[in-house]
């Protein structure tokens, strides 16, 4: 039988950073709301919650770069929400922050949480940041919509439980 390390959303000590954009503030403060309701819901304390805006989804990885090399943190959950609008711009943007989160977490073997809302609409982006649930995974049958912010809340919870098993001394 093979060892299987799995981290559970589980209370941490840690230190959590929420990096998130002001632009599209009223989807992004849902997402908001989301994420920091599912944290103290799983044990941590609001003290240990720092929130960093930024003025749109561009600027996110330039402050989550910044946080992780300071360390301090045990994940960074990194909101937005970029619509679609008449041009491509919305596709270099989400590509920009995509990678650039990927990279920052894979550097700093820390979690960077990816929680930009890439939606065709407002009306979409508005169904991917409400209620208090989280979203059903699309492989499921009762899949529904639900908040971003609180599935990267518990994904940050759930990855520093699997590094914490894979890394002890880390956190």
């Known amino acids: 039988m093979p060892n299987v390390f799995q981290g559970k959303p589980t209370e941490t000590d840690g230190r959590f950073a929420v990096v998130v954009s002001r632009f599209n503030e009223s989807v992004t403060s849902r997402l908001l709301d989301g994420a920091v309701r599912t944290l103290v819901e799983h044990g ?10 930024t003025p749109g989804a561009f ?14 943190h045990a994940a960074i959950i990194c909101l937005g929400a970029v619509v679609r609008g008449e041009t491509t711009h919305d ?10 989160l990927c990279e920052l977490g894979v550097r700093y073997q820390l979690p960077v949480l990816f929680g930009l809302l890439t939606c065709n609409t407002i009306e979409q982006a508005i169904a991917r940041s409400g209620g208090r649930e989280s979203s059903t995974g699309k492989d499921h049958p009762d899949a529904h919509l639900g908040n971003k912010g609180v599935d990267c809340a518990l994904a940050a919870l759930e990855m520093v439980d699997l590094m914490t098993k894979t890394k002890p001394s880390v956190f």
Do not use: Y
Request: cysteine-free; overall charge negative.
């Open 91 to 100: 596709q270099h943007i989400n590509r920009a922050v995509s990678t650039a």
């Open 59 to 72: 600027e996110i990885p330039t402050v989550a770069a910044l946080l992780a090399e300071e360390g301090r």
């Open 44 to 53: 941590v304390a609001d003290e240990r919650i720092d929130v960093f805006w």
